[in-house]
């Protein structure tokens, strides 16, 4: 068995095959023993007739449409059955079953099979003739002849033989092509054979007028005849040569168009990100069920042809709908829906031969009727529409997606089983769960697990292509990898500009930058460099990958090394070497790069930035990765400066312009964080108002712009007694508050009376020899023991300052000839005004 190709039989063929032959093998030895007792006349006869059944089986006529032909043996055998018998009949038959198959195919199996079958038929169908010839004609004498019948009585036998040879021939070959392809018996009978009747009766009518035209005119004369039956057969042979050219035409035209509707169909799907294997998945497993399910020839023809189209109503969905890496909102899902509809209206148009229109349509469905597009609800849900759901559901779930993960082969299982009656035909759901191995072995077979497709341990399947046409196939994928690619490419730019749009910080808008650098180029390091307009260089502020450490912090000018190249010339640079970014060797020889693309970050006349990847591998980066990081950066310098911008109006809008101190609106924020500290530690802190004693005289005698002096250099002189993590905030016009964490209450005391010394001996220089003075007084409050608001402990520590203030003697400061501006009445009216204290002086 080893030495006879047959790996395209299963297990019921084979053992059909090995019966027929082991059967033939017999009837035709019996046959050549029998042939023995022939006399000289008769074994001569029967040379003759082998000779024109070799003759006419290298010429065999092809049945359009199947694998099998006729040729005129079966003339020749009838006459043999006539003349020598039932043996050398079965001696004719088969050796023009074997000549015409060695044409016909190239199998040593069907080479066998044949003349085992035919000897069989012509076995059955002979001795049937000799039975209905002794029955009806009386006829006695033994098998070998019957030449001594008259015409009239032959005629019942003949066609009793003629129509056994028919079914016994038809049907034996059509077992075995049936048990092949798992097909039903007298399917494949009455699509192939039945109409081959008319050859069957054609023969034996030949059989017969050649039977009685030797009977009464004698060999030699219808020897004349046989030109004319050459050139009948031949007629035939030309005819029919023609319709199987024909034949041949329309199933080319027909895969053609077919192979059309695969490759746009397909390309229609990448932009779901759906893979090719994904759609011829689809379709084995859909046709498999639809042939299990004894479906008819045009539903299974519907099937594979609805695999490419189910979803061809996509169109009218958004990439970004169809791709979000998350839940569809009920909006987003109804848009979604219209893919249904609008799929059966565009194939509508197409006039197909076997319903696709239903499963475009249908195909989204449910068992309990809450699918859609028309709500149907079991039986109503035409049949093909349910196994479309089926197969490209359990398919579809395996695949990794934007918004979702893969599912392992058993937990797709259990989702159709979970769905059975609600989502799927629960009967559909349990015939596919019991044939699902041998359906994935026909997948499989043809190479059509693709990386993402997840086996039954639940690894990643990698696709053996075992011939030269699944090698082209797979080339051919290229073309639908650009199409998906594109469509990628279209979604990851249109999802990173609502990522970059919903980000306001700088620091999130780099770290967004750089992940979505990661997902399109590949990079060992990746440097984004902020620029800074008043040092008038770049520093980076976010490094990844590779020697991190030793990047962040690096500072570039425009024109210094590739980067500062960059910057100087607002224009992407990927030509040059990345040991020009470096001034000396700063890695070790393992950790050298030998490739980088810097990419400038700017909008309009303002330079943000840089963006710089470096890669270890060898070769620049290409024109195509150059042009995506282009439109990245495009996207991300808009989004940065959106970010910029924001910075700048909420530190304008927490900061006190005047003193850069943050002000009573920062204040605010300030105090809540650091209430929740308090009661997340237990510890409280307290809070200082600070006031400038005399401030307004300084603003009245010398103008607002020497207050304004005045107001920032007192700032920094009480700015230089707080710790760093302490918090002082303007509040109003030339007061101040400070939070102050984490001291008790003679630290607080010792601290006001610090801060008081050194604003009090402070001097500002107004000109040459005149300089202005301001005191300042202070009052605490503690959180919690004061209050818990901050209103409230401003007014606690506001009376505390006022008492610190009432201590403050009046006088006027200076070395030489001091003059007070106010007279004696001035300083009675001031002496209204609680806490007096160090009164501005003014040295003349």
């Given at each position: 068995?080893?030495?006879?190709?047959?790996?395209?039989?299963?297990?019921?063929?084979?053992?059909?095959?090995?019966?027929?032959?082991?059967?033939?093998?017999?009837?035709?030895?019996?046959?050549?023993?029998?042939?023995?007792?022939?006399?000289?006349?008769?074994?001569?006869?029967?040379?003759g007739?082998?000779?024109?059944?070799?003759?006419?089986?290298?010429?065999?006529?092809?049945?359009?449409?199947?694998?099998?032909?006729?040729?005129?043996?079966?003339?020749?055998?009838?006459?043999?059955?006539?003349?020598?018998?039932?043996?050398?009949?079965?001696?004719?038959?088969?050796?023009?079953?074997?000549?015409?198959?060695?044409?016909?195919?190239k199998?040593?199996?069907?080479?066998?099979?044949?003349?085992?079958?035919?000897a069989?038929?012509?076995?059955?169908?002979?001795?049937?003739?000799?039975?209905?010839?002794?029955r009806?004609?009386?006829?006695?004498?033994?098998?070998?002849?019957?030449?001594?019948i008259?015409?009239?009585?032959?005629?019942?036998?003949?066609?009793?033989?003629?129509?056994?040879?028919y079914?016994?021939?038809?049907?034996?070959?059509s077992?075995?092509?049936?048990?092949?392809?798992?097909?039903?018996?007298?399917?494949?009978?009455?699509?192939?054979?039945?109409?081959?009747?008319?050859?069957?009766?054609?023969?034996?009518?030949?059989?017969?007028?050649?039977?009685?035209?030797?009977?009464?005119?004698?060999?030699?004369?219808?020897?004349?005849?046989?030109?004319?039956?050459?050139?009948?057969?031949?007629?035939?042979?030309?005819?029919?040569?023609?319709?199987?050219?024909?034949t041949?035409?329309?199933?080319?035209?027909?895969?053609?168009?077919?192979?059309?509707?695969?490759?746009?169909?397909?390309?229609?799907?990448?932009?779901?990100?759906?893979?090719?294997?994904?759609?011829?998945?689809?379709?084995?497993y859909?046709?498999?069920?639809?042939?299990?399910?004894?479906?008819?020839?045009?539903?299974?023809?519907?099937?594979?042809?609805?695999?490419?189209?189910?979803?061809?109503?996509?169109?009218?969905?958004?990439?970004?709908?169809?791709?979000?890496?998350?839940?569809?909102?009920?909006a987003?899902?109804?848009?979604?829906?219209?893919?249904?509809?609008?799929?059966?209206?565009?194939?509508?148009?197409?006039?197909?031969?076997?319903?696709?229109?239903?499963?475009?349509?249908?195909?989204?469905?449910?068992?309990?009727?809450?699918?859609?597009?028309?709500?149907?609800?079991?039986?109503?849900?035409?049949?093909?529409?349910?196994?479309?759901?089926?197969?490209?559901?359990?398919?579809?779930?395996?695949?990794?997606?934007?918004?979702?993960?893969?599912?392992?082969?058993?937990?797709?299982?259990?989702?159709?089983?979970?769905?059975?009656?609600?989502?799927?035909?629960?009967?559909l759901?349990?015939?596919?769960?019991?044939?699902?191995?041998?359906?994935?072995?026909?997948?499989?077979?043809?190479?059509?697990?693709?990386?993402?497709?997840?086996?039954?341990?639940?690894?990643?399947?990698?696709?053996?292509?075992?011939?030269?046409?699944?090698?082209?196939?797979?080339?051919?994928?290229e073309?639908?990898d650009?199409?998906r690619?594109?469509?990628?490419?279209?979604?990851?730019?249109?999802?990173?500009?609502?990522?970059?749009?919903?980000?306001?910080?700088?620091?999130?808008?780099?770290?967004?930058?750089?992940?979505?650098?990661?997902?399109?180029?590949?990079?060992?390091?990746?440097v984004?460099?902020?620029?800074?307009?008043?040092?008038?260089?770049?520093?980076?502020?976010?490094?990844?990958?590779?020697?991190?450490?030793?990047?962040?912090?690096?500072?570039?000018?425009?024109?210094?090394?590739?980067?500062?190249?960059?910057?100087?010339?607002?224009?992407?640079?990927?030509?040059?070497?990345?040991?020009?970014?470096?001034?000396e060797?700063?890695?070790?020889?393992?950790?050298?790069?030998r490739?980088?693309?810097?990419?400038?970050?700017?909008?309009?006349?303002?330079?943000?930035?840089?963006?710089?990847?470096?890669?270890?591998?060898?070769?620049?980066?290409?024109?195509?990765?150059?042009?995506?990081?282009?439109?990245?950066?495009?996207?991300?310098?808009?989004?940065?400066?959106?970010?910029?911008?924001?910075?700048?109006?909420?530190?304008?809008?927490?900061?006190?312009?005047?003193?850069?101190?943050?002000?009573?609106?920062?204040?605010?924020?300030?105090?809540?964080?650091?209430?929740?500290?308090?009661?997340?530690?237990?510890?409280?802190?307290?809070?200082?108002?600070?006031?400038?004693?005399?401030?307004?005289?300084?603003?009245?005698?010398?103008?607002?712009?020497?207050?304004?002096?005045?107001?920032?250099?007192?700032?920094?002189?009480?700015?230089?007694?707080?710790?760093?993590?302490?918090?002082?905030?303007?509040?109003?016009?030339?007061?101040?508050?400070?939070?102050?964490?984490?001291?008790?209450?003679?630290?607080?005391?010792?601290?006001?009376?610090?801060?008081e010394?050194?604003?009090?001996?402070?001097?500002?220089?107004?000109?040459?020899?005149?300089?202005?003075?301001?005191?300042?007084?202070?009052?605490?409050?503690?959180?919690?023991?004061?209050?818990?608001?901050?209103?409230?402990?401003?007014?606690?520590?506001?009376?505390?300052?006022?008492?610190?203030k009432?201590?403050?003697?009046?006088?006027?400061?200076?070395?030489?000839?001091?003059?007070?501006?106010?007279?004696?009445?001035?300083?009675?009216?001031?002496?209204?005004?609680?806490?007096?204290?160090?009164?501005?002086?003014?040295?003349?």
């Amino acid at each position: 068995m080893k030495l006879i190709e047959m790996s395209d039989y299963n297990r019921s063929a084979k053992t059909y095959w090995i019966g027929m032959v082991i059967a033939g093998a017999l009837v035709f030895v019996w046959a050549l023993q029998s042939c023995l007792g022939l006399s000289l006349i008769q074994g001569v006869g029967l040379a003759g007739l082998l000779g024109l059944v070799i003759l006419a089986g290298a010429n065999p006529i092809r049945i359009p449409g199947t694998h099998s032909s006729f040729t005129a043996g079966d003339v020749f055998t009838f006459l043999t059955v006539l003349f020598l018998g039932v043996p050398a009949a079965v001696l004719v038959g088969a050796v023009d079953s074997f000549v015409s198959s060695r044409w016909t195919s190239k199998k040593m199996a069907s080479w066998i099979a044949a003349p085992a079958m035919m000897a069989v038929t012509v076995f059955i169908a002979g001795e049937a003739f000799y039975l209905a010839l002794a029955r009806f004609a009386h006829f006695s004498g033994p098998r070998l002849g019957a030449t001594a019948i008259k015409f009239d009585q032959l005629l019942g036998p003949l066609a009793l033989m003629a129509v056994l040879h028919y079914f016994c021939n038809g049907f034996s070959v059509s077992t075995i092509y049936a048990l092949r392809s798992r097909r039903p018996i007298l399917k494949s009978w009455r699509d192939g054979y039945l109409w081959t009747w008319w050859s069957f009766l054609a023969s034996a009518i030949a059989a017969a007028v050649i039977y009685a035209a030797i009977s009464r005119l004698g060999l030699p004369f219808v020897a004349l005849g046989v030109p004319v039956i050459g050139a009948t057969y031949w007629t035939y042979k030309i005819y029919f040569e023609r319709v199987n050219a024909m034949t041949r035409e329309a199933e080319e035209m027909g895969r053609l168009h077919l192979a059309t509707v695969e490759a746009l169909a397909t390309a229609i799907d990448a932009k779901d990100q759906t893979t090719h294997f994904h759609v011829r998945r689809v379709q084995t497993y859909a046709a498999g069920l639809g042939k299990l399910l004894k479906l008819s020839e045009m539903e299974i023809a519907a099937l594979n042809a609805g695999a490419y189209l189910h979803d061809v109503g996509k169109l009218a969905v958004p990439d970004h709908i169809l791709n979000k890496p998350g839940a569809l909102t009920p909006a987003e899902f109804e848009k979604t829906k219209v893919h249904a509809v609008v799929g059966a209206e565009i194939l509508s148009r197409v006039n197909f031969p076997y319903p696709v229109l239903p499963i475009v349509r249908h195909h989204h469905e449910r068992w309990d009727g809450s699918g859609y597009p028309d709500g149907l609800q079991g039986e109503e849900i035409p049949v093909t529409a349910r196994v479309m759901a089926i197969a490209d559901c359990f398919d579809s779930v395996g695949e990794e997606r934007p918004f979702r993960p893969g599912m392992t082969r058993a937990q797709a299982i259990e989702m159709l089983r979970k769905e059975a009656g609600t989502h799927f035909d629960p009967e559909l759901v349990s015939l596919f769960i019991a044939n699902l191995d041998n359906l994935e072995a026909a997948i499989d077979a043809h190479g059509l697990m693709d990386e993402k497709h997840i086996s039954a341990t639940g690894g990643p399947i990698v696709p053996a292509f075992r011939d030269v046409e699944s090698i082209a196939t797979n080339r051919s994928l290229e073309a639908y990898d650009q199409i998906r690619n594109a469509h990628r490419e279209g979604y990851a730019l249109y999802e990173m500009a609502r990522t970059f749009g919903s980000s306001l910080e700088v620091k999130n808008t780099l770290s967004v930058l750089v992940d979505k650098v990661g997902h399109i180029v590949p990079f060992d390091t990746c440097v984004v460099y902020l620029y800074d307009d008043t040092k008038g260089f770049a520093s980076a502020a976010l490094a990844v990958g590779l020697n991190a450490e030793v990047m962040q912090g690096r500072c570039v000018a425009p024109g210094e090394g590739v980067t500062g190249f960059a910057l100087a010339n607002r224009r992407a640079i990927s030509q040059l070497h990345p040991r020009l970014d470096f001034r000396e060797s700063q890695f070790a020889p393992a950790d050298e790069y030998r490739s980088m693309a810097s990419l400038p970050l700017f909008k309009g006349d303002l330079l943000l930035g840089a963006l710089s990847i470096y890669s270890m591998a060898a070769g620049k980066y290409s024109d195509d990765q150059i042009r995506l990081l282009e439109a990245v950066t495009r996207l991300a310098s808009d989004a940065l400066a959106n970010a910029v911008h924001h910075a700048r109006a909420e530190s304008n809008a927490l900061t006190d312009p005047l003193t850069s101190l943050p002000n009573a609106r920062c204040l605010h924020v300030r105090f809540e964080e650091e209430v929740a500290r308090s009661r997340r530690t237990n510890r409280a802190f307290q809070v200082i108002m600070l006031d400038l004693d005399e401030f307004k005289l300084v603003n009245d005698t010398f103008g607002h712009k020497i207050g304004d002096r005045m107001l920032r250099e007192v700032t920094g002189l009480v700015q230089a007694q707080l710790r760093e993590y302490d918090f002082l905030a303007r509040y109003a016009g030339d007061e101040f508050v400070a939070i102050l964490p984490d001291l008790t209450a003679e630290q607080v005391t010792e601290l006001c009376e610090r801060i008081e010394k050194v604003v009090s001996t402070f001097s500002l220089q107004v000109s040459a020899d005149t300089y202005a003075r301001v005191g300042i007084s202070v009052g605490a409050a503690v959180f919690g023991e004061h209050g818990e608001s901050l209103d409230q402990l401003l007014i606690a520590a506001d009376q505390a300052m006022y008492r610190a203030k009432s201590t403050h003697k009046i006088g006027l400061l200076g070395p030489v000839n001091v003059e007070s501006t106010y007279s004696q009445t001035d300083a009675e009216q001031t002496s209204d005004i609680p806490g007096n204290a160090l009164i501005t002086g003014l040295i003349n």
